[in-house]
């Protein structure tokens, strides 16, 4: 077998022992939890143990009865276990429907224009419930007020990137001319793309820039021009822009 086939091996099994070694751990909490007279539920096996929900329906496709089978607690005991659980969810259900009842009719009641006070003596709800309510509902209003501010903004921000991009078509359509072939081309750019007016004392890194040598001060002197065809936009301004068609 190949290196690569070794390795993966070696992975499996050690994810084949960690996982059976999970199972096990789960088993055996049951089981401690039962000889205690307790008979944990889904819930709280996940938090004392730390394991996901997703990862416990991996290991136990049936859920919380094949753990109880497999950890030996009575049929009988398991079906009571499950009918619990069963009646918890449901209850909570119940609680969460009854609590965004509660919380609708403390809206329609803000919307109206009742006071906190009068909305806890009238659907005598607990206060903190109906100042939980409120926050939500200001939260709602606040949105509700600002959502036409932000669409204007964000419309505001199109037309100006609209303009922006009218803008920079313009200078780009009036560098271009500048460089044109043509008699409209600038009469400082040779052939190659260079502007033979200005230069640099350095080579700028990024630039795409021609050695040339000058006489300054009675000296020969290195200096770089630019290939403005390359970086064009330096043009837009240029103060010495001379079509080459000019008398």
């Known amino acids: 077998m190949s290196e690569n086939g070794n390795v993966l091996r070696t992975m499996a099994q050690t994810i084949q022992l960690a996982t059976g070694e999970l199972r096990q751990r789960i088993i055996n909490y049951v089981k401690e939890a039962y000889a205690r ?4 539920s889904l ?3 996940r938090r004392e143990l730390g394991v996901s929900t997703r990862r416990l329906y991996q290991l136990f496709p049936k859920g919380l009865e094949q753990i109880y089978v497999e950890a030996g607690v009575p049929a ?3 079906r009571e276990r499950l009918a619990l659980t069963e009646r918890a969810l449901k209850a909570r259900e119940t609680l969460e429907t009854r609590g965004n009842e509660l919380t609708a009719q403390i809206f329609e009641r803000l919307e109206k224009g009742q006071s906190l006070t009068k909305i806890v003596v009238e659907l005598k709800a607990d206060p903190d ?11 709602l209003k606040e949105i509700d007020v600002n959502q036409p501010k932000v669409l ?11 303009a922006l991009w009218d803008f920079m078509e313009w200078v780009e359509r009036s560098v271009d001319r500048r460089l044109r072939d043509d008699h409209n081309g600038c009469r400082y750019m040779n052939a190659e793309g260079y502007c033979t007016l200005w230069h640099w004392y350095k080579s700028i890194q990024g630039w795409s820039m021609k050695a040339d040598t000058i006489e300054e001060d009675g000296k020969p002197k290195t200096v770089y021009h630019l290939n403005v065809k390359k970086h064009k936009f330096i043009c837009t ?4 822009y001379k079509p080459r068609g000019a008398t």
């Open 37 to 40: 007279g307790e008979a944990p």
């Open 43 to 45: 819930g709280r096996i």
């Open 237 to 240: 301004s240029c103060p010495s």
């Open 129 to 139: 419930v109906v100042r939980e309510a409120y926050e939500k509902w200001r939260g």
């Open 152 to 162: 204007r903004e964000l419309k505001n921000f199109e037309e100006m990137l609209d």
């Open 76 to 78: 009988e005991r398991a």
